[in-house]
């Protein structure tokens, strides 16, 4: 079935450092792919989106390109803020739609000052 | 307008004990999805309701169920509890039957079970 795979955490940076989080899936088709953030005490939030090959989602900073040849769409961020701690998940959803979101397992990012 | 409201946030139970969950989706919304989050296993699937029907279904056991009400609402009930309940559930909802991936969550309600 489809699956989403990200990497492992924690995953600690210092404040205005680089930031990727990887990130692949298996799917048949084309699905549409996502990643959500999730605050320390809050639900999920989109963050950013793509719903085919080579399109680039963006937003607050972070960017992800959908890459149909690796299968990925990396999570990244030139410079990161403390603000910017929380837990991400990468995410898709199958080309038909009629299925739910797909989650991977989410990966903790803490930033310190 | 007002975003997705899960109540209660948090509670405890016992083994043995049931529970039931409310989540208030974000107005015109008629899907309503559930998730589980655990520590070790992220987030599961659990169902997801539009328009009063359940639409899909993860895999687990018959004493997870749920309903969703003319006005969106939606209630997920839990009976004979286990350890392995205890967990984050999440409430998210979505204006058409989830299309478009994009889902609106709640804080969620956070269950310990003893």
């Known amino acids: 079935g489809d699956s989403v795979t990200q990497m492992e955490g924690p995953v600690t940076l210092s404040e205005e450092a680089f930031l990727t989080i990887n990130c692949t899936y298996t799917?048949?088709?084309?699905?549409?792919l996502f990643w959500y953030v999730q605050y320390p005490g809050e639900g999920l939030q989109l963050l950013l989106k793509?719903?085919?090959?080579?399109d680039k989602g963006s937003n607050k900073g972070f960017e992800a390109t959908y890459r149909k040849e690796t299968t990925s769409f990396h999570l990244e961020k030139g410079s990161v803020q403390v603000s910017d701690s929380a837990v991400y998940f990468c995410a898709l959803i199958p080309y038909s739609g009629n299925t739910p979101l797909v989650f991977g397992k989410g990966t903790r990012l803490s930033v310190i000052a | 307008k007002a975003g997705v409201t899960q109540t209660p946030r948090y509670l405890i139970k016992t083994r043995g004990q049931q529970v039931t969950l409310s989540c208030s989706p974000i107005s015109g919304h008629r899907s309503v999805s559930w998730y589980q989050q655990t520590p070790g296993q992220g987030l599961q699937f659990l169902f997801e309701y539009f328009s009063e029907t359940q639409r899909n279904k993860g895999n687990f056991p018959g004493r997870f169920s749920g309903r969703q009400f003319s006005n969106s609402r939606s209630e997920m009930n839990v009976s004979t509890l286990e350890l392995g309940d205890s967990a984050l559930y999440l409430c998210?909802?979505?204006f058409g039957q989830g299309v478009s991936g994009e889902l609106f969550f709640g804080e969620g309600s956070r269950l310990t079970v003893l």
């Open positions: 799917a048949t088709g084309y699905p549409s």
């Open positions: 998210a909802s979505s």
């Open positions: 793509a719903t085919k090959a080579d």
